[in-house]
């Protein structure tokens, strides 16, 4: 039951940073794990978080959690109403969402999200050259989900009514995935009564794999 009512500024130049209105980052190495359940629940989020950066080789910044790594979680009744930006030059990976940025899993681990509600702008703004084909990922609720081999992904009732905005001035060599609800889900990820209501807007100079989703 936390909420923050501060505004958060995080200007991070070093390898891998991940920004959170309640959680940054959760990791647990593959080798290493058991079934872990991590519980967030009716948290919400009222700070505007922004992240600047000349560069890192993996960037996160969320409303809510940044990234799960590893583990079965169990998101409820969680909302972030302040915005979330970043403007990036150089990041080899980043993720910019209101709810959960990145998520790996492997057989055994599932996460479920339930009644949780993005209204807060979510914004990227990338300034210099990508050059690796990793993922990224911008969007309302959710970002990027990783399924290696079986983890099951499950969204119920959740909504973003927030616009998404991704503007790019340099080439991106990356994936890019764009999206309302969430930017990019993979296989195994049963999506009921949820919803995007806001826009999705996006200027880039040029990209070699891109996609885009208004849900």
């Known amino acids: ?9 995080k200007d991070e130049t070093s390898q891998t940073t991940f920004v959170g209105g309640i959680m940054g980052d959760y990791y647990i190495a593959a080798e290493d794990a058991a079934v872990t359940t991590v519980t967030l629940s009716n948290n919400t989020n009222n700070s505007a978080i922004s992240l600047t950066g000349e560069t890192g080789a993996l960037v996160g910044v969320s409303g809510i959690v940044a990234r799960l790594y590893y583990c079965t979680p169990e998101l409820t009744n969680c909302a972030n109403n302040g915005s979330v930006s970043a403007e990036l030059s150089a990041s080899i990976e980043f993720h910019v969402t ?109 990209i070699e794999n891109l996609a885009v989703s208004c849900r």
């Not at 039951?1 to 500024?9: E, G, R, W």
């Not at 499950?154 to 999206?179: M, P, R, Y």
């Not at 990019?184 to 009564?193: D, I, R």
């Open 98 to 206: 209101g709810i959960l940025g990145r998520y790996s899993a492997v057989a055994g681990y599932n996460l479920t999200a339930t009644n949780c509600h993005n209204s807060g702008k979510i914004s990227a703004n990338i300034t210099a050259a990508n050059t690796t084909n990793a993922y990224s990922s911008v969007g309302g609720c959710f970002g990027f989900f990783q399924n290696i081999g079986g983890g099951l992904f499950t969204i119920d009732n959740c909504d973003n009514s927030a616009n998404i905005e991704v503007k790019a001035t340099t080439s991106i060599t990356n994936q890019l995935h764009i999206g309302g609800l969430a930017a990019q889900l993979g296989a195994n990820a049963p999506v009921t009564e949820s919803v995007n209501r806001g826009t999705v807007d996006y200027d880039i100079t040029k």
């Open 1 to 9: 039951n936390c909420a923050i009512t501060v505004a958060l500024t």
